[in-house]
């Protein structure tokens, strides 16, 4: 049976109308007449740069790269497709999920970027703010709505925030760029307080949510962890606290050195309590009315959202069991790329980007169309983008997991490794970005291929490996149990492994480095060795990152230097 | 340097004060430091306060009655507090007098100053004002509330613009 949508509005993200479409068009003619006017001299590079990065162009080592924002990780089975021929018409056939669920394109001409823009906008779809120093895509957890463990769906409030950012006449020219994460769920998916605001929801109790807020974290050159401001944020508060929250930043923050111009330094440079303070006293004195998220705007933009039309459960998780029961190998990609449904019958799975000895996130545009078919098939026609870089389908019945394992075996997408050590994430480094000190990729692939075997994973266990090339650290390495920092060492690229970093919500941590930086080859051969004395050290039903907190980082270091 | 108004380029009758010199006589626009003296000062000519980026807006408070004019500076494009300062000038200060932005300010960056409050700007001498107007008049709907109260465009927060 197929599940093609066949309601009028898109499972899981807002629907478009004319006044957005005529939105976008709007959008598209500007930067037209923003890249003509750059062409012809009447803007400077140095004018046009703001300009362009707010609608996701960069200027790369070796071309332009185009960032598309795909807001809170959804994206529908059409748009998935504009995405491919974008890949193969205007690319190398290829495009490279992010880890702020978007997708970029890494050869872009800077002429072809209106008409990119264009096919986007035909599909309902942007680079609006997906750089420049603005509020940047609202990223939120990959299994919003499915999750078993959801209180609430975060969708609906991260479209709110998208539209109310979307080119705030305040907030485009900010000290530096803000990112905010919402979740709905206890178990933080989204590194909330790794976030300029990370936003909690949870039902209050009046029967609309509240949220917790937190302000100030971040990785970057600074890593710090965000500090909560507000325990119950009400609903309608949420436009009006964030815009004090933005107020105060735009007013204070620090434009004297790029380095030192998150909200992170201005929040730690006046401390929580006079940070918390500025911004309450903005909040009292501020026309809350006229920032009113009521009731009914809630209900206007959830009545866009499309919510999927569930079949009953049937035998659906019997028929399961006896195939897991059959196939091996298949009940292992189901123990590792699926997450519990609450729907009965369902389940939500990662299709992990992550394939052996290959380019984390990277996607080919054939690649795109067969997820977006299966989307169709089987999903509702929703895809979603992880901060982890990969895709997941949201609503997938038990007893067609069976045939999706083998489709997506047969085209490079079956790898069974989510949350394992061959799961990394790392950024696109040297062999792209102009900041880069090192190359993330070769030494992901190489990791990739030394841990390939599944049965060595398994028995590792679970393990967050992020590799960045450079300390601006878009690998997010800070974060990962086992994080890997590119540097310039006299020259030559060179690596620093940190250890111990963490970004679940109880247990939120930052890696430390364990010392000095080493070549790839060495870091590859360390990494095999730290991972050995965890196998040889951790007790029954340790995790890497537990086994590391409890010996601290000495004996790793002590694997990761012992020379052969 | 010439004045962009409502899609019309016109003279600048204001002064700004001199450094070291005392204050001419007509309408003229001083700094923070010499706001009192400005008050102070006898004579038929309306005053005004040039802000810098970095001037806390609440300063004006007692003073804003008296004021005509308020220009707030851009040191460089990129420097968005001006946007800040002037909604707070409306939104805060209740201030019903002319906002103008000055310094280094882009076509592109129009319509976000008259939504946060702005009515004028401060352009080079021979701007194309065409290229200005085109900027305001490049989107018919916004997606937040400004302090211009909009009327609302459907539903949630859109806002009608022209």
């Not at chain 1, 702020?100 to 002429?111: A, H, S, T, V």
């Not at chain 1, 999750?147 to 305040?170: F, G, K, M, N, Y």
């Not at chain 1, 900010?174 to 300029?196: C, E, N, T, Y």
């Not at chain 2, 707030?72 to 939104?91: C, H, K, M, N, S």
Request: glycine residues 8%; proline residues 4%.
């Amino acid at each position: 049976m197929s599940h093609a949508p066949h309601s009028p509005l898109p499972v899981g993200h807002y629907a478009y109308d004319e006044v957005d479409r005529t939105f976008l068009k709007q959008r598209v003619a500007q930067f037209r007449d923003q890249v003509e006017r750059r062409i012809s001299g009447a803007l400077t590079e140095e004018e046009f740069k703001p300009l362009r990065l707010m609608n996701g162009l960069y200027l790369q080592l070796h071309a332009y790269m185009l960032r598309v924002a795909i807001p809170y990780g959804i994206l529908n089975s059409g748009q998935m497709r504009t995405l491919a021929q974008i890949a193969q018409r205007y690319d190398r056939d290829y495009g490279h999920f992010t880890t702020r669920q978007n997708i970029q394109f890494n050869w872009i001409r800077l002429e072809d970027t209106p008409d990119i823009l264009a096919l986007l906008a035909d599909a309902d779809m942007h680079a609006i703010q997906t750089s420049g120093n603005c509020i940047r895509n609202v990223t939120a957890d990959q299994f919003a709505g499915a999750a078993a463990d959801e209180v609430l769906d975060p969708r609906v409030h991260a479209e709110i925030l998208r539209q109310w950012s979307t080119l705030h006449p305040e907030f485009t020219f900010l000290p530096r760029k803000f990112k905010i994460a919402i979740s709905g769920s206890p178990q933080d998916r989204v590194a909330a307080r790794f976030h300029d605001i990370g936003l909690m929801a949870r039902n209050g109790e009046n029967g609309r949510p509240v949220f917790e807020v937190y302000v100030g974290g971040g990785l970057g050159r600074t890593p710090i962890v965000g500090v909560k401001l507000r325990d119950d944020l009400p609903e309608e508060d949420l436009i009006a606290y964030l815009e004090a929250i933005l107020r105060v930043y735009n007013e204070f923050g620090r434009r004297d050195n790029i380095y030192k111009a998150r909200i992170k330094i201005l929040v730690q440079a006046l401390g929580v309590d006079e940070f918390r303070d500025r911004v309450n006293s903005e909040f009292v004195a501020m026309d809350r009315a006229r920032y009113r998220l009521d009731e009914g705007i809630v209900a206007a933009i959830r009545a866009r959202f499309g919510v999927p039309d569930f079949d009953p459960a049937g035998q659906a998780a019997e028929k399961l069991a006896q195939q897991r029961k059959a196939d091996r190998a298949f009940d292992f990609w189901v123990r590792t790329n699926t997450h519990a449904h609450k729907q009965p019958g369902y389940v939500s799975v990662t299709i992990s980007c992550k394939p052996a000895g290959g380019i984390p996130g990277d996607v080919t545009s054939s690649q795109m169309n067969l997820l977006a078919d299966l989307a169709d098939q089987l999903s509702f026609g929703e895809l979603r983008i992880t901060h982890l870089q990969n895709v997941v389908l949201g609503h997938v019945r038990q007893d067609k997991l069976y045939g999706l394992w083998q489709t997506l075996e047969q085209n490079g997408l079956g790898t069974a490794n989510v949350g394992f050590i061959t799961d990394i994430v790392a950024c696109p480094g040297l062999d792209y970005c102009a900041l880069a000190n090192a190359r993330s990729i070769p030494i992901a692939q190489k990791l990739s291929e030394r841990f390939a075997s599944p049965d060595l994973q398994r028995e590792i266990g679970p393990l967050r490996l992020n590799i960045s090339g450079c300390i601006n650290a878009c690998g997010h390495h800070h974060a990962g149990h086992i994080g890997i920092l590119g540097v310039d060492k006299r020259g030559e690229e060179a690596f620093q492994i940190t250890l111990g970093g963490a970004a679940d919500q109880d247990t939120v941590s930052i890696g430390q480095i364990i010392g000095a930086a080493m070549s790839e080859d060495e870091t590859v051969d360390a990494i095999a060795r730290i991972i050995d004395t965890y196998l040889a050290r951790r007790t029954a039903g340790e995790q890497f990152i537990e086994t590391c907190r409890r010996l601290g980082t000495a004996p790793f270091k002590d694997a990761a230097y012992a020379t052969a | 340097m010439p004045l962009l108004e409502n899609g019309q380029i016109k003279d600048d009758n204001w002064q700004i004060a001199i450094e070291g010199e005392s204050l001419p006589s007509g309408d003229v626009l001083v700094p923070l430091a010499r706001l009192a003296e400005g008050l102070g000062r006898n004579g038929d000519g309306r005053l005004g306060v040039l802000l810098n980026a970095g001037d806390q807006v609440e300063d004006l408070r007692v003073a804003l009655p008296r004021l005509s004019c308020v220009q707030v500076t851009f040191p460089i494009f990129r420097d968005g507090r001006g946007f800040t300062q002037a909604r707070a000038l409306r939104e805060h200060l209740h201030f019903k007098g002319e906002i103008r932005a000055g310094g280094h300010i882009l076509p592109d960056q129009y319509e976000f100053l008259l939504r946060c409050g702005v009515n004028s700007v401060v352009v080079p001498e021979g701007v194309d004002a065409s290229v200005w107007q085109k900027a305001h008049e490049a989107f018919t709907v916004a997606y937040q509330p400004a302090v211009l109260n909009e009327q609302p465009e459907g539903f949630a927060f859109r806002r009608k613009l022209l």
